[in-house]
């Protein structure tokens, strides 16, 4: 039996909850496709601040060297939030660990299912067209790490670089998801304005050279913002910046009802990744029993598909996601009176069969 070694990281708020029912749901997976999780636990974020001072111990970051892929809660809350920024829970956990493990991908699927398409902000003959899209989100270059930064009194600047490998990478990444989707690459930029957003416009088009059997579209950022509000069906993977993608990623992420529908992945070149849902730590409904464990349960389907390969078993896990959301057993975000604990059961009960 093979035994993939994940280093579990529950972090802060909600999530402790709702990573045990993901773990149940993996046990049950593993179960029947012959495969074992040897799990490692390790605190981070605000609760690592409490314990060892700050929000990435040298012991989780060792566990994380020595695991297969990383399975992430949720970090930060109101009681973090006086401590310095370079030292508060995201930025002083999460940006780390992109940067040691180049975790340069970023992707985050976000699907509306038919039964909470009420929930949408949009009108019902926009979502009624379909959502189901892919943004593939260049994670550790772009304007975010750029040199030079900084401010004084006078002025702040920060600066976008992207060097040719940087862009090459991350289109494959977004190419290579298509295939398996609907063969559509919408590339995000600014390329009117931006002289790294026309080297960024140029690279990836030579990248679709070896990609013939995808369609590539470019589309400027502003345009995008609007397009996905009045037509999302027309998306299946959008390629984007790092900046351009957290914008556009938390974008799409209102159109599936609920931040609890969505998880998200982080790889780098040699598929080890750190996977963890799209919202927040919410503290105001830690504890209550009430939190959304979808996110959390289809990140570590995610870890199944990009990291170990087991795509049969991630697809039984999504499966079993879909049938209890449409099926009625869902919890108050999505309309639903099931506790956190309930649905993940209803889960694994799906699972098991």
Same mark, same amino acid.
């Given at each position: 039996?093979?035994?993939?070694?994940?280093?579990?990281?529950?972090?802060d708020?909600?999530?402790?909850?709702?990573?045990?029912e993901?773990?149940?749901?993996l046990?049950?997976?593993?179960?029947?496709?012959?495969?074992?999780?040897?799990?490692?636990?390790?605190?981070?974020?605000g609760?690592?601040?409490?314990k060892?001072?700050?929000a990435l111990?040298?012991?989780?970051?060792?566990?994380?060297?020595?695991?297969?892929?990383?399975?992430?809660?949720?970090?930060?809350?109101p009681?973090?939030?006086?401590?310095?920024?370079?030292?508060?829970?995201?930025?002083?956990?999460?940006?780390?660990?992109?940067?040691?493990f180049?975790? %340069?991908a970023? +992707?985050?699927?976000? =699907?509306l299912?038919?039964?909470?398409? $009420? *929930?949408?902000p &949009?009108?019902?003959?926009?979502?009624?067209?379909g959502?189901?899209?892919?943004?593939?989100?260049?994670?550790?270059?772009?304007?975010?790490f750029?040199?030079?930064?900084?401010?004084?009194?006078?002025?702040?600047?920060d600066?976008?670089?992207?060097?040719?490998?940087?862009?090459?990478?991350?289109?494959?990444?977004?190419?290579?998801?298509a295939?398996g989707?609907?063969k559509?690459?919408?590339?995000?930029?600014?390329?009117?304005?931006?002289?790294?957003m026309?080297?960024?416009?140029?690279?990836?088009?030579?990248?679709?050279?070896?990609?013939?059997?995808?369609?590539?579209?470019?589309?400027?950022i502003?345009?995008?913002?609007?397009?996905?509000?009045?037509n999302?069906?027309?998306f299946?993977?959008?390629?984007?910046g790092?900046? %351009?993608?957290? +914008?556009?990623?938390? =974008?799409?992420?209102?159109?599936?009802? $609920? *931040?609890?529908? &969505?998880?998200?992945?982080?790889?780098?070149?040699?598929?080890?990744?750190?996977?963890?849902?799209?919202?927040?730590?919410?503290?105001?409904?830690?504890g209550?029993?009430?939190?959304?464990?979808?996110?959390?349960?289809?990140?570590?389907?995610?870890?199944?598909?990009?990291?170990?390969?087991?795509?049969?078993?991630?697809?039984?896990?999504?499966?079993a996601?879909?049938d209890c959301?449409?099926?009625?057993?869902?919890?108050?975000d999505?309309?639903?009176?099931a506790?956190?604990?309930?649905?993940?059961k209803?889960?694994?009960?799906?699972?098991?069969?």
């Amino acid at each position: 039996m093979k035994t993939y070694k994940i280093a579990v990281l529950p972090g802060d708020g909600i999530g402790p909850e709702v990573m045990a029912e993901a773990l149940a749901a993996l046990k049950v997976v593993g179960e029947k496709h012959g495969f074992s999780c040897n799990l490692e636990y390790a605190d981070v974020g605000g609760v690592a601040i409490d314990k060892h001072g700050e929000a990435l111990p040298k012991t989780t970051l060792d566990t994380c060297r020595k695991s297969d892929a990383i399975l992430f809660g949720s970090v930060g809350g109101p009681k973090w939030e006086s401590l310095p920024p370079e030292k508060q829970p995201e930025r002083a956990a999460l940006l780390p660990l992109r940067k040691i493990f180049d975790l %340069f991908a970023n +992707i985050r699927p976000v =699907e509306l299912y038919p039964s909470i398409s $009420s *929930l949408s902000p &949009l009108k019902p003959e926009i979502v009624n067209r379909g959502v189901d899209l892919l943004t593939v989100r260049e994670l550790t270059s772009g304007i975010y790490f750029g040199q030079p930064k900084g401010c004084d009194a006078e002025k702040g600047f920060d600066t976008m670089i992207y060097h040719k490998s940087e862009v090459e990478r991350i289109a494959r990444v977004a190419f290579k998801a298509a295939a398996g989707r609907r063969k559509k690459v919408t590339s995000i930029d600014k390329a009117n304005v931006l002289s790294a957003m026309v080297f960024w416009r140029k690279t990836v088009a030579e990248i679709a050279k070896e990609f013939p059997d995808i369609q590539l579209n470019h589309m400027y950022i502003d345009n995008a913002a609007m397009q996905m509000m009045i037509n999302p069906a027309q998306f299946d993977v959008l390629l984007c910046g790092n900046m %351009f993608g957290d +914008i556009l990623s938390d =974008e799409a992420s209102a159109l599936a009802g $609920s *931040l609890g529908m &969505l998880p998200s992945a982080s790889i780098n070149a040699s598929s080890f990744g750190l996977y963890e849902p799209g919202g927040g730590s919410a503290p105001d409904i830690a504890g209550k029993g009430i939190a959304n464990p979808v996110a959390q349960i289809l990140s570590a389907a995610m870890m199944l598909d990009y990291s170990f390969k087991e795509t049969a078993a991630a697809a039984e896990i999504r499966k079993a996601v879909r049938d209890c959301i449409e099926s009625g057993v869902r919890t108050r975000d999505i309309g639903g009176t099931a506790s956190t604990k309930e649905l993940g059961k209803a889960v694994a009960e799906k699972i098991r069969g």
